[in-house]
């Protein structure tokens, strides 16, 4: 499956541990936008566990979940990796 993974994580250390986290699943495209590319149930279950586990009332996660890549990308993409945040 293709997932995307977007995010408003408000506590910087459980945003940080959110998204050295995410890397283990995806590569990052935006700072709070994960693309994760051929991913099966087991891992988008750990990324909702994930999700659960850094989130409080002020907080969210959104999961898409496709079967397939289905979006057109015009331009190109920096992909981050952790280091290149800013705290």
């Known amino acids: 499956m293709y997932v995307v993974v977007a995010y408003d994580?408000?506590?910087d250390k459980s945003r940080n541990f959110f998204a050295k986290?995410?890397?283990k699943f995806?590569?990052?495209t935006q700072k709070?936008?994960?693309e994760c590319d051929?991913?099966?149930k087991k891992e988008i279950?750990?990324?909702k566990k994930l999700a659960?586990?850094?989130c409080d009332n002020e907080d969210f996660v959104t999961i898409y979940i496709t079967e397939k890549r289905r979006f057109k990308r015009i331009g190109d993409v920096?992909?981050?990796e952790i280091d290149d945040l800013v705290f």
């Open 38 to 40: 051929d991913i099966g």
């Open 52 to 54: 659960k586990k850094v």
């Open 78 to 80: 920096e992909y981050l």
């Open 45 to 47: 279950n750990i990324i």
């Open 32 to 34: 709070s936008f994960f």
């Open 9 to 11: 994580i408000k506590n």
């Open 21 to 23: 986290e995410m890397l």
């Open 26 to 28: 995806g590569i990052r």
